[in-house]
């Protein structure tokens, strides 16, 4: 795989040229942004820019002011080679919160090893109703700490909408959901994109983690994908090395709120 070949293309089908992620979603290309406007339940935020020292701090004002406007908190997805190479520090300056840096990792599927199985006891359960799209924010909200009432509200949407753009599973043992994950599709390009994958505590380290990466790049090549990519964090990225994917660049969220 040619890294540098990769990333072009990844920034060019999935940020340059990016599409709604829902029916109640628009993306929206002005100046040297491209931008993706959600309702109150959706993600808004920057895809893509094409910015440099004379331009970009009137570039972040203006997208302040439009999502201001809008009354929607909104996330700058700042990729490590993204120009100005300050970009960052002004989106500090400007008023914006950095979240934890991830890296984006990308592997072609045909050399992945996917090999990896579910451990004893534990079985999947595709997530393509409002009871398997429930199980799937439940885990997200115990294994994150964090709120799933917009990942319940997007992934019923682009189950009704666009069923075939999504993928999403929960991991049972028993009948208690003790992982879960998605993967987004993305039509007329070669990317997967596995997000989501969290494990309840007590049941990490026993590789439902890394089996459930595997049956998504496993379903993604059925439906003709060649590559899956991934925004690790430091937890995750031993894991994907170990199946195959490669680091390419960070990425990291810079969140502002009105």
Do not use: C
Not at 8 to 25: E, N, T
Not at 157 to 175: N, W
Not at 180 to 186: S, Y
Request: charged fraction near 25%.
């Amino acid at each position: 795989m040619d890294h540098a070949e990769v990333l072009a293309r990844h920034d060019r089908d999935l940020r340059q040229g990016a599409r709604p992620d829902g029916p109640g979603a628009r993306v929206e290309r002005t100046g040297g942004v491209v931008r993706h406007v959600a309702d109150a339940e959706g993600w808004s935020g920057i895809l893509w820019t094409d910015l440099d020292e004379t331009d970009a701090d009137a570039a972040i004002a203006e997208q302040i002011a439009y999502f201001t406007g809008l009354g929607r908190d909104f996330e700058w997805k700042l990729y490590g080679h993204d120009l100005p190479t300050d970009l960052g520090q002004r989106l500090t300056a400007a008023g914006f919160t950095a979240e934890p840096q991830e890296t984006l990792m990308i592997g072609e599927i045909a050399e992945l090893a996917l090999d990896a199985e579910l451990p004893d006891g534990i079985r999947l359960l595709p997530a393509t109703d409002r009871a398997g799209v429930d199980l799937v924010a439940d885990v997200h909200e115990k294994a994150f700490g964090t709120d799933g009432s917009r990942l319940r509200a997007s992934l019923l949407d682009q189950l009704a909408a666009t069923p075939d753009t999504v993928v999403a599973v929960v991991a049972l043992a028993g009948d208690e959901p003790v992982s879960a994950a998605r993967m987004e599709l993305v039509p007329g390009t070669p990317f997967a994109g596995l997000w989501g994958g969290g494990t309840v505590e007590g049941w990490r380290g026993r590789g439902i983690y890394r089996a459930l990466v595997a049956h998504r790049a496993r379903i993604a090549a059925d439906r003709g994908y060649r590559y899956v990519q991934v925004d690790a964090s430091d937890q995750s990225r031993p894991i994907l090395e170990r199946l195959g994917l490669a680091p390419l660049t960070t990425t990291t969220p810079y969140l502002y709120e009105p």
